[in-house]
């Protein structure tokens, strides 16, 4: 089994920035593709960005360019970098893992309980 425990998330005004981290453990080297997702009251769940095994990542568009995923294999932590936040982008945050290298929008088997990001206007 693989665990995943989010930490990070908070208030900030727009414009503003935070850092989520997600901590893996247990059986780490199952983890292939890893990838952070958020979900609003009311709304669909979205992907906002992966990474695969070799280090390839994939932003949704709209957080190109302000939003940057990372992962430190030694520390077997996963990072999501969130710059010029705005209200949009307000929800809670999940990290998700799968079993996989690469990276299948319904490939992520294990998922941590989220961090709540409130960006205020």
């Known amino acids: 089994q693989v665990q995943l425990v989010e930490s990070g998330g908070g208030s900030v005004q727009a414009g503003g920035s935070l850092r989520l981290s997600c901590e893996v453990s247990?059986?780490?080297?199952?983890?292939?593709?890893m990838g952070w997702f958020r979900q609003a009251p009311g709304k669909q769940r979205e992907g906002v960005a992966t990474i695969n095994s070799y280090g390839i990542t994939n932003y949704a568009d709209s957080v190109k360019g302000r939003f940057t995923i990372s992962k430190d294999n030694a520390k077997n932590t996963l990072h999501l970098q969130m710059d010029s936040l705005s209200p949009d982008d307000t929800s809670m945050y999940y990290c998700?893992?799968?079993?996989?290298?690469?990276?299948?929008?319904?490939?992520?088997?294990?998922w941590g309980q989220g961090t709540q990001v409130t960006v205020s206007s």
């Open positions: 998700a893992a799968s079993i996989l290298p690469r990276c299948l929008s319904n490939g992520f088997t294990y």
């Open positions: 247990g059986d780490t080297g199952k983890v292939g593709c």
